[in-house]
T-cell receptor, first 111, second 112 residues
């Protein structure tokens, strides 16, 4: 199974509030995991990727952070949200065939 | 650095029209190339891929050929349907590590 779960599906948060988005995956152990953001009307921007527990690489400087406390869990966080953090957040994993599988996404609106 | 450029949308077509969405890439070495599709409110789904020059990926009537000489991977379909309305993303990845680079997406609207 390549199932990816993301929680919550939608979220509306005020500026300055904290954020925690969760991604859990099923299937093989030790997957590479990714967080992307899709801003309204724009393409996908890779935010973070992880090759294992506790290993996080950041692609762009920003107001967000990521953690991987368990092999199949990837969390995206912020201490204080900005308006510009609004978007559609996608978690992804890859497989041995060099493909990426995406979760259903979380739509975040910061007001 | 690696990058993908695809034609801006939206593209609006009538049902049964021919579709071409252009995609060009910049990369060193020999990347794999992909097309993903995103239906409204959903995540991305892999549509097709090609892993080496001259390979043709195909799925659901869509095709794309990996052209190294022109660094292109244009998406084509001979007869589109209303159900093909979605956003299409071109992407590449390096074979030594699976980090993907996506184009900005092209929205396709197919009218009955």
């Amino acid at each position: 199974s390549q199932t990816i779960h993301q929680w919550p599906a939608t979220l509306v948060q005020p500026v300055g509030s904290p954020l925690s988005l969760e991604c859990t995956v099923e299937g093989t152990s030790n997957p590479n995991l990714y967080w992307y953001r899709q801003a309204a009307g724009r393409g996908l921007q890779l935010l973070f990727y992880s090759v294992g527990i506790g290993q996080i690489s950041s692609e762009v400087p920003q107001n967000l952070s990521a953690s991987r406390p368990q092999d199949r869990q990837f969390i995206l966080s912020s201490k204080k949200l900005l308006l510009s953090d609004s978007g559609f957040y996608l978690c992804a994993r890859d497989d041995r065939y060099n493909e990426q599988f995406f979760g259903p996404g979380t739509r975040l609106t910061v007001l | 650095g690696d990058s993908v450029t695809q034609m801006e949308g939206p593209v609006t077509l009538s049902e049964e029209a021919c579709l071409t969405i252009n995609c060009t890439y910049t990369a060193t070495g020999y990347p794999s190339l992909f097309w993903y599709v995103q239906y409204p409110g959903e995540g991305l789904q892999l549509l097709l891929k090609a892993t080496k020059a001259d390979d043709k990926g195909s799925n659901k009537g869509f095709e794309a050929t990996y052209r190294k000489e022109t660094t292109s991977f244009h998406l084509e379909k001979g007869s589109v349907q209303v159900s093909d309305s979605a956003v299409y993303f071109c992407a590449l990845s390096r074979n030594n590590f699976n980090k993907f680079y996506f184009g900005s997406g092209t929205k396709l609207n197919v009218k009955p």
